[in-house]
């Protein structure tokens, strides 16, 4: 699909080229055929001939110039759509590379979103991805950090099931947000400036000034062509005054707003594209409902708003002293933008939501169409995880290794003994993800999964931090302090924990997991760890069931380890780091 698409848009664009290049000469020569034109009628008829015969022709070739640059528009969209297709067939080969892997967002204090890899070069995050604007990206960001309640996840799996199959929509979509070229840095400048009182409106010695002072200057200018020029002056001199008097507050307003023109005119062609599109799941039908208000569309008045900044930035051209002097151009359009910000100031916030919402809804069903074997969770009201042929959504489908896999939610622990490579970790990482993607909304990699709502906590990666003195041991210690105070604060915590207290000796490391397993077990706590502890594996017998030992194990043929990555019951009977060091070359004395 992908392959097909990428050569017809090429195609496309290469047409478009073509005749963009062709009508191009022909431009030309229109143009200087006007003024051929121009003098011929000049010489030959008369002035007011040539005049009006130049009226026509360049309103004429002003008509031909603005066609011809749609087809250089249509020319980009269909070289970006020829970018998009060509990324997924990389995405379809293991390179996503090109996306954005939301680093910005890493927190190594959240609960789960570094030891799950969430965002990062090769992250889930940058994996699913397809966000054009900051605000699109910190949604999409916000969704995989932050669980929802059950009724805003069945509307996300409703959305996110609906774009799946929108694949022409989707990739326009993505075309027109390709040219985008935003940062979140100038949203929140915008937003400051909204959050603002105005400086014109509201001012009567301003807004009537905006009345009186451009005729005084424009009677100035005129008396000076009959009087000595000094005349000028007091008729200017308004003018000077009201604009030395503004100018620190606008040139605040200009910070603020003057890097947005941009990119809210980018906003407003996303914008309409939403505006236009026909949605059946009624969140796509919400969001889009936010985008119109009184019959006034949130695309056209977005395009205003762009228009009416451009018009202010022109204060920074060089010969803007004479507009400001003959009609303070600076309070003319500071005006302009706050009567549009009094009438849609709590409006544009919706708009932005609407649009950013969407982009992360794409980003999911994206991955959703790229991955048929992956299918929507349910969300249940009972104490229990079940899943079948679950598996980790970045190994790639012809190397992944699935497993059914089913655990209580409350007071249950899973011990998952193995040896080195067998795949613990993996699996660890792949449950909770799956839970994560399942508490967001998002479609999870398995052939079914049923979950309650809950909130994911992790022990696998903690690192000393030099910044702080503080060894891996004592940020392991932090991190699982945290995780109990959640679990006897909280009913709804499911946590993993990869080879706990490992940065001590065996016997306390032995003496310091038992005593944690047993708190978590009496606190009614619920999850997996991971451990080479396999006299931990006697915790089963005393425990009713609330403990559980499963295994991956790993089988020794001629000297190769042979690993299956399958979970098994019962306690890991095999061990394998000392033939890893044999085939890394360390001599073992038998």
């Known amino acids: 699909m992908y392959t097909e698409r990428r050569d017809r848009f090429r195609k496309k664009a290469m047409a478009l080229e073509s005749r963009y290049n062709r009508f191009s000469l022909i431009r030309l020569v229109l143009f200087f055929g006007i003024g ?42 269909y070289e970006h759509l020829t970018t998009i297709n060509e990324q997924e067939i990389s995405f379809l080969n293991g390179d996503y590379s090109m996306f954005g892997d939301g680093s910005e967002f890493v927190d190594p204090q959240h609960p789960y979103t570094v030891d799950l890899d969430i965002f990062g070069a090769y992250s889930f995050f940058q994996y699913t991805n397809r966000t054009s604007t900051a605000i699109g990206k910190r949604c999409l960001a916000n969704y995989l950090q932050i669980g929802e309640q059950e009724e805003e996840i069945l509307a996300r799996q409703a959305a996110i099931l609906e774009l799946k199959e929108k694949l022409d929509w989707r990739q326009d979509f993505q075309a027109k947000g390709m040219a985008t070229d935003d940062s979140y840095a100038h949203i929140l400048a915008l937003q400051e400036w909204l959050s603002q009182p105005p400086v014109i409106l509201g001012n009567k010695m301003y807004t009537s000034a905006l009345y009186w002072v451009p005729p005084l200057a424009v009677i100035g200018v005129v008396l000076s062509f009959l009087f000595p020029w000094q005349i000028i002056i007091p008729f200017l001199a308004p003018a000077g005054y009201f604009l030395k008097k503004t100018v620190e507050a606008i040139n605040k307003i200009t910070h603020q707003t003057g890097s947005a023109e941009k990119i809210i005119a980018y906003y407003g062609e996303l914008i309409e594209h939403i505006e236009e599109a026909i949605f059946e799941s009624p969140k796509l039908k919400i969001l889009q409902q936010q985008l119109v208000k009184n019959g006034s569309s949130a695309s056209s008045q977005t395009k205003r708003l762009s228009y009416l900044i451009a018009q202010l930035n022109l204060r920074n051209n060089m010969f803007a002293i004479f507009l400001n002097i003959l009609t303070i151009w600076d309070l003319q359009w500071t005006y302009r933008l706050e009567k549009w910000k009094e009438a849609h100031q709590t409006l544009l916030l919706n708009w932005f939501n609407a649009l950013e919402e969407i982009e992360a809804l794409i980003s999911l069903s994206t991955s959703t169409y790229n991955n048929p074997e992956w299918n929507m969770p349910k969300i249940s009201n009972e104490n229990i995880i079940i899943g079948t042929a679950v598996g980790h959504p970045l190994i790639e489908s012809n190397k992944r290794i699935t497993n059914d896999f089913s655990i209580p939610t409350k007071g249950h622990i899973k011990l998952v003994t193995g040896s080195n490579m067998a795949g613990k970790s993996t699996l660890l990482r792949t449950v909770s993800l799956n839970i994560v993607l399942a508490n967001c909304g998002a479609a999870v990699c398995a052939q079914s999964f049923q979950t309650p709502l809950l909130q994911v906590y992790t022990s696998m990666r903690t690192q000393d931090a030099l910044h702080e003195s503080t060894s891996s041991f004592y940020a392991e210690l932090k991190r699982l302090k945290i995780i109990i105070e959640a679990v006897e604060a909280q009913e709804n915590i499911f946590f993993v924990m990869d080879e706990i207290l490992k940065g001590t000796n065996s016997n306390d490391r032995h003496t310091g997991s038992k005593a944690l397993i047993k708190q978590l077990i009496k606190s009614k706590g619920s999850g997996i760890i991971a451990t080479h502890d396999l006299e931990l594996g006697a915790l089963e017998a005393s425990y009713g069931g609330a403990i559980e030992n499963w295994c991956m194990e790993v089988e020794v043929n001629e000297g190769e380890l042979v690993f299956d990555y399958k979970l098994k019951k019962g306690v890991s009977q095999s061990f394998n780091a000392t033939q890893l060091m044999k085939n890394m070359g360390i001599r073992i004395t038998e």
């Open 36 to 77: 051929a034109l121009f003098f011929l009628l000049w010489s030959l008829v008369s002035p007011a001939a040539a005049f009006l015969s130049l009226v026509v022709c360049l309103f004429a070739f002003a008509k031909f110039v603005f066609w011809h640059q749609r087809i250089q528009k249509e020319q980009h969209h």
